[in-house]
């Protein structure tokens, strides 16, 4: 159903290929450079696609991946309650990925909707963030990653609903109500562990120790970022910077937790540079449809 | 509504005969018993038993369906099956908080779950094996239930018939969910419809058996029918689920694995087969495939969640004495 | 399937306390009962109450209490408590005429 996106450029094309093939066959000089640089020589970094589509496979990936790690969650939450309440966050998150995907179906214009786009793309043309792939880890390490993300995403949202753009502004204004609602749920929770027991503690302090290294991802510039401001959606990153360190540190020091410092940072995951989890995640999201291609459900 | 599970009603004087009478005849006179009412010790007993065995139903029906919300097809898919999960947790907490009414915490009766001695519905102890689980259980196992639930909204304990309203008006979400499922496969490829007509002969049987063993060897019935904390027998209940699931399978053109099933024109009922009650022992005593699964799995939960609920307490106490030192 | 080894929580474990949720369905609308929950405090109880019993938007406002809060009338009360009122037939508006032709009051 959906090409890989980065065929075109992954495969030189079929004239260079038969130039190879030719060459290896009719056993070419080893002095020839120019043949042998053109046939393995490629870019360091593909083109980015269009930079709009790309900018909303973030947003939607970003949610989607952390909606289906949520919903892994339920029935094996601490307490009934907790499992309703983590249900609701991974209901809104996937009900978000789905609005973005579909618009950046739209505007890819080659008839993939949602489904086709949460289904079908292989895991490196996902554009999520690597903290929203991690696996849950024990309840404080999921608490504490949602809050992360939360703010960030309550940040976010704030600036795409004043933007240019219409169908994003008003999926944004939906979607400040439900982070809203996110970001109290979950800084309570990180709160409440970081200032409960030594044992709670102990193990919300380790799991922001391990998370921290995905924290500089999420205000990454490039490229497409620079693009879309060009298009109406622009979003100050170093101003979301401050405002999230602001808040983040707020919530940490009531949860008696420091912020880390010294971290080694990881990122990759906007162009498709995942962790190992990344795969796994999508061979069980992905199963079924793709075992039976085509069909309705 | 519920009175504080700190205060449970005092021990009435052992069953007096004339408390039981008056008591008989409120229920007679279709009254509502309410928590702090007078009410016999054996109706207590035996209201807590099946609201509690209800309840962890629903928890543990909670397994086999979250099975598949990371595997769900589409996206909707996805949304609807996570909420119907969601919605069962409710269920379970519902119920649950109707026992609180009666004195009896929640944590005592998860614990007789989780060693194993409390029961709850055997059809959850059969495997999901395939997407097209997803709307058979909705069909099937929501729609019994929704059968079986209807009449008890109309039950004699104030609490639980009002649980009962709350949850009849989600279930119903559920089953259309399910039979939308079903009736898209049906509709679907070959490979489609081979999978849900296999979902259908492994969940049919099963789900003839949630309403529980025949009246004749149902020793229960006849009390809990009296003091209307049931409204009909069990037999009477599974020939209404099947007599509304047999036009629904012919509709979207599947069959029901039982060659017995023919219609009594002169009872208007859809007559079935003979169903294998040694089966449905072996699981309701814990020998059926998933048994040791299902708890295993409620047990790990509850487990890894210890620190959770204990670190919840632990800080809930240090605000309370940071506001009173304020 | 492996042999459980994993801990088991403490027995005797504190359970969470109750709280009885009260919904208002729209605005101006009286509160009603709508069940109870398990929560630590008062704004953990809030946020489960809108996850347990507002999550199809059957509510624009919650109230939570504890549990141990609500005094309830004792059923022996039922006479003594509510028969005076309903003796008090003045205070129901049925109990005054209306002319003859007075259509809308
Ligand atoms: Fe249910
Ligand atoms: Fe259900």
Same mark, same amino acid.
């Given at each position: 159903?959906?090409?890989?996106?980065s065929?075109?450029?992954?495969?030189?094309?079929?004239?260079?290929?038969?130039d190879?093939e030719d060459?290896?066959a009719?056993?070419?000089?080893?002095?020839?450079?120019?043949?042998?640089?053109?046939s393995?020589?490629g870019?360091?970094?593909k083109?980015?696609q269009?930079?709009l589509?790309e900018?909303?496979?973030?947003?939607?990936?970003?949610?989607?991946?952390l909606?289906?790690?949520?919903?892994?969650?339920?029935?094996?939450?601490?307490?009934?309650?907790?499992?309703?309440?983590?249900?609701?966050?991974?209901?809104?998150?996937?009900g978000?990925?789905?609005?973005?995907?579909?618009?950046?179906?739209v505007?890819?214009?080659?008839d993939?909707?949602?489904?086709?786009?949460?289904?079908f793309r292989e895991?490196?043309?996902y554009?999520n963030?690597?903290?929203?792939?991690?696996p849950?880890?024990?309840f404080?390490?999921?608490?504490?990653?949602q809050?992360l993300?939360?703010a960030?995403?309550l940040?976010l949202w704030e600036v795409?609903a004043t933007?240019?753009h219409?169908?994003?502004a008003?999926i944004?204004?939906?979607?400040?109500?439900?982070?809203?609602?996110?970001?109290?749920?979950?800084?309570?929770?990180?709160?409440?562990?970081g200032d409960g027991?030594?044992?709670?503690?102990?193990?919300?302090?380790?799991?922001l120790?391990e998370?921290?290294r995905f924290?500089?991802?999420?205000?990454?510039?490039d490229a497409?970022?620079?693009a879309?401001?060009k298009?109406?959606?622009?979003?100050?990153?170093a101003?979301l910077r401050s405002?999230w360190d602001?808040?983040?540190e707020?919530v940490?020091?009531?949860?008696t937790?420091?912020?880390?410092?010294?971290i080694?940072m990881?990122?990759?995951?906007?162009r498709g540079r995942?962790?190992?989890h990344?795969g796994?995640?999508?061979?069980t999201?992905?199963?079924?449809?793709?075992?039976? !291609?085509?069909?309705r459900? | 509504?519920a009175t504080?599970?700190?205060?449970?009603? !005092?021990?009435?004087?052992?069953?007096?005969?004339?408390l039981?009478a008056a008591?008989?005849a409120?229920?007679?006179?279709?009254e509502?018993?309410?928590?702090k009412?007078?009410m016999?010790?054996r109706?207590?007993k035996?209201?807590?038993?099946?609201?509690a065995?209800?309840a962890?139903?629903e928890?543990?029906g909670?397994?086999?369906e979250g099975?598949?919300i990371?595997?769900?097809?589409t996206?909707?898919?996805?949304?609807?099956?996570?909420?119907?999960?969601?919605d069962?947790?409710?269920?379970?907490?519902y119920?649950?908080c109707?026992?609180?009414?009666l004195?009896v915490e929640?944590?005592?009766?998860v614990?007789?779950?989780?060693?194993?001695?409390?029961?709850?519905?055997s059809?959850f102890n059969y495997?999901?094996?395939?997407?097209a689980?997803?709307?058979?259980?909705g069909?099937?196992v929501?729609g019994?239930a929704?059968?079986?639930q209807?009449?008890?909204a109309k039950?004699?304990?104030g609490p639980y018939?009002?649980?009962?309203?709350?949850i009849?008006?989600e279930?119903n979400f559920?089953?259309?969910?399910g039979y939308?499922i079903?009736?898209?496969l049906?509709?679907?490829?070959?490979?489609?419809?081979?999978m849900?007509?296999?979902a259908?002969?492994r969940?049919?049987? !099963?789900?003839l058996?949630?309403?529980?063993?025949?009246?004749k060897?149902? !020793?229960?019935?006849?009390?809990l029918l009296?003091?209307r904390?049931?409204?009909?027998?069990?037999?009477?209940?599974?020939?209404r689920?099947?007599?509304l699931?047999?036009?629904?399978?012919?509709a979207?053109?599947?069959?029901?694995?039982?060659p017995?099933?023919?219609?009594?024109?002169?009872t208007?009922?859809?007559?079935?087969?003979?169903i294998?009650?040694?089966?449905?022992?072996?699981?309701i005593?814990?020998?059926?495939?998933?048994?040791?699964?299902?708890?295993?799995?409620r047990n790990?939960?509850?487990?890894?969640?210890?620190?959770v609920r204990?670190?919840?307490?632990a800080h809930?106490?240090?605000?309370?004495r940071?506001t009173?030192?304020? | 399937?492996?042999?459980?080894?994993?801990p088991?929580?403490?027995a005797?474990?504190?359970?969470?306390?109750?709280w009885?949720?009260?919904t208002?369905?729209?605005?101006?609308k009286p509160?009603?009962?709508?069940?109870?929950?398990?929560?630590?405090?008062?704004?953990h109880?809030?946020?489960n109450?809108?996850?347990?019993?507002?999550?199809?938007?059957?509510?624009?406002?919650?109230?939570?209490?504890?549990s141990?809060?609500?005094?309830?009338?004792a059923?022996?009360d039922?006479?003594?408590f509510?028969?005076p009122?309903n003796?008090k037939?003045?205070?129901h508006?049925?109990?005054y005429?209306?002319p003859?032709?007075?259509?809308?009051?």
């Amino acid at each position: 159903m959906s090409e890989p996106t980065s065929a075109p450029n992954a495969r030189p094309d079929a004239g260079d290929a038969g130039d190879v093939e030719d060459g290896e066959a009719g056993g070419i000089a080893a002095g020839d450079a120019t043949t042998r640089e053109r046939s393995v020589a490629g870019v360091r970094r593909k083109p980015e696609q269009d930079p709009l589509f790309e900018y909303l496979l973030r947003l939607g990936d970003d949610r989607l991946v952390l909606g289906h790690r949520l919903s892994e969650w339920c029935g094996h939450g601490p307490i009934l309650e907790e499992d309703i309440a983590t249900a609701n966050v991974a209901l809104d998150l996937v009900g978000q990925a789905a609005q973005l995907l579909k618009l950046a179906g739209v505007v890819e214009g080659k008839d993939r909707d949602e489904d086709a786009l949460a289904y079908f793309r292989e895991g490196v043309e996902y554009r999520n963030c690597l903290m929203v792939e991690q696996p849950n880890g024990d309840f404080g390490y999921t608490m504490l990653r949602q809050f992360l993300f939360d703010a960030h995403s309550l940040l976010l949202w704030e600036v795409l609903a004043t933007g240019q753009h219409p169908a994003l502004a008003a999926i944004a204004a939906k979607a400040i109500k439900e982070t809203r609602y996110h970001v109290r749920h979950s800084s309570e929770w990180v709160i409440r562990l970081g200032d409960g027991t030594g044992e709670s503690h102990a193990r919300v302090a380790r799991s922001l120790l391990e998370l921290w290294r995905f924290t500089d991802e999420l205000f990454e510039r490039d490229a497409v970022d620079d693009a879309v401001a060009k298009l109406g959606v622009v979003v100050d990153t170093a101003g979301l910077r401050s405002r999230w360190d602001t808040m983040v540190e707020d919530v940490l020091t009531r949860a008696t937790l420091a912020v880390p410092t010294g971290i080694a940072m990881q990122s990759g995951g906007r162009r498709g540079r995942h962790t190992e989890h990344l795969g796994h995640l999508l061979a069980t999201m992905q199963i079924v449809a793709r075992s039976h !291609p085509g069909a309705r459900w | 509504m519920a009175t504080p599970a700190k205060t449970p009603p !005092p021990a009435p004087p052992a069953d007096d005969p004339a408390l039981v009478a008056a008591f008989e005849a409120r229920i007679a006179a279709g009254e509502s018993i309410e928590p702090k009412d007078w009410m016999p010790a054996r109706y207590r007993k035996q209201l807590t038993r099946m609201m509690a065995q209800h309840a962890h139903s629903e928890i543990v029906g909670m397994l086999p369906e979250g099975n598949w919300i990371t595997r769900a097809p589409t996206l909707r898919r996805k949304m609807s099956l996570i909420a119907k999960v969601q919605d069962e947790a409710g269920h379970g907490l519902y119920i649950y908080c109707g026992t609180e009414t009666l004195g009896v915490e929640r944590d005592e009766l998860v614990e007789q779950l989780h060693d194993g001695r409390a029961k709850y519905s055997s059809i959850f102890n059969y495997p999901t094996l395939s997407w097209a689980d997803m709307g058979v259980i909705g069909w099937f196992v929501d729609g019994a239930a929704i059968v079986n639930q209807t009449v008890l909204a109309k039950a004699s304990y104030g609490p639980y018939a009002r649980a009962m309203v709350r949850i009849c008006k989600e279930e119903n979400f559920h089953k259309r969910q399910g039979y939308e499922i079903c009736a898209t496969l049906a509709k679907g490829t070959p490979a489609q419809r081979a999978m849900l007509q296999d979902a259908i002969d492994r969940f049919w049987w !099963p789900s003839l058996m949630m309403f529980g063993p025949s009246d004749k060897d149902s !020793p229960n019935s006849a009390e809990l029918l009296r003091w209307r904390v049931k409204r009909k027998t069990n037999d009477e209940l599974r020939q209404r689920f099947v007599n509304l699931t047999v036009p629904q399978a012919q509709a979207i053109g599947v069959t029901l694995p039982d060659p017995d099933l023919r219609f009594n024109e002169e009872t208007k009922n859809w007559e079935f087969g003979e169903i294998d009650w040694a089966e449905f022992r072996e699981v309701i005593s814990g020998n059926g495939p998933c048994n040791r699964e299902r708890l295993a799995a409620r047990n790990a939960a509850h487990a890894e969640g210890a620190w959770v609920r204990e670190a919840a307490l632990a800080h809930a106490a240090k605000r309370h004495r940071t506001t009173e030192a304020a | 399937m492996a042999p459980d080894n994993k801990p088991k929580p403490a027995a005797g474990e504190e359970p969470w306390p109750l709280w009885e949720v009260f919904t208002q369905g729209d605005q101006g609308k009286p509160f009603e009962h709508a069940g109870s929950l398990h929560a630590t405090d008062a704004e953990h109880a809030l946020q489960n109450a809108r996850d347990v019993y507002a999550r199809r938007g059957e509510a624009v406002n919650l109230w939570v209490v504890p549990s141990a809060a609500i005094t309830a009338s004792a059923p022996g009360d039922a006479g003594p408590f509510f028969d005076p009122g309903n003796e008090k037939a003045y205070r129901h508006p049925q109990f005054y005429k209306v002319p003859r032709g007075v259509r809308v009051f």
